[in-house]
């Protein structure tokens, strides 16, 4: 167990609608990154969060965006949904520290958002 | 984009054999990471290598990593059932930038 946790785990929309899920970073974590999963694939970057201000962005459009809460709590939220938004969504969190050396960068990821859209 | 590729796309071998597992990417990385993924859930992350390292050991695990080729290799040794998941590797690229970029993934099947 990672301690971090991803609400709901499964969740089926229709084309159009808008989607908010939502991810609790474990303890002591002061950054949150979003990753979209595509079946088969390797996850890749949406965006990161650090204490509470965006972080870096991927390649994806304005429709997806994000919150870090001051509990370092997150959410995506994606509007517009499109069929190619059929995903898994994984959060993770790390502690970043801002230091004249290279950080480990390890990410602790939970267990994913299950997102299907008809 | 991906960063680049796992080789082989999948792998299947009996319990109590060696897996090798292998990744290339294309731009200069801080660090290189593995991680574990069962069955479409989260992904466990099993050991990290600096870009100034050669080589790291974790129990059964052993990465390399050659920066001048761009590659590293995932050796797990003695494999059990339970390893059978998805593997990637993932970077981290230097400018500061904290995102991991992944590859698509070796997925090994443990016979027993």
């Known amino acids: 167990e990672t301690g971090v946790t991803q609400s709901p785990t499964h969740l089926i929309k229709t084309r159009g609608q808008q989607v908010t899920l939502r991810c609790s970073s474990q303890?002591?974590?002061?950054?949150v990154s979003w990753y979209q999963q595509a079946l088969g694939q390797g996850p890749q970057f949406i965006f990161q969060?650090?204490?509470?201000?965006?972080?870096g962005r991927g390649n994806f459009p304005p429709r997806f965006s994000g919150l870090q809460f001051p509990n370092y709590s997150s959410e995506l939220n994606v509007n517009a949904l499109e069929l190619d938004d059929s995903a898994l969504y994984l959060c993770?969190?790390?502690?970043?520290?801002?230091?004249?050396?290279?950080?480990?960068?390890?990410?602790?990821f939970g267990a994913g958002t299950r997102l299907s859209v008809l | 984009s991906q960063q680049g590729e796992e080789d082989p796309q999948a792998l299947s071998i009996q319990e109590g054999e060696n897996a090798t597992m292998n990744c290339s990417y294309k731009?200069?990385?801080?660090?290189l990471q593995w991680y574990r993924q069962n069955s479409g859930r989260g992904l466990v992350h099993l050991i990290l290598?600096?870009?100034?390292?050669r080589e790291k050991h974790s129990g059964r695990l052993r990465v390399t990593l050659d920066t001048s080729k761009k590659s590293s290799s995932l050796l797990i040794t003695a494999s059990r059932a339970a390893d059978t998941a998805s593997y990637f590797c993932?970077?981290?690229?230097?400018?500061?930038?904290?995102?991991?970029?992944f590859g698509k993934g070796t997925k090994l099947t443990v016979n027993p």
């Open positions: 993770a969190s790390s502690l970043r520290v801002l230091s004249n050396s290279v950080s480990k960068n390890i990410q602790y």
């Open positions: 303890s002591g974590h002061n950054t």
């Open positions: 969060y650090y204490r509470e201000e965006e972080n």
């Open positions: 731009t200069s990385i801080n660090n």
């Open positions: 290598i600096r870009s100034n390292e």
């Open positions: 993932a970077t981290d690229g230097k400018g500061g930038s904290e995102k991991l970029v």
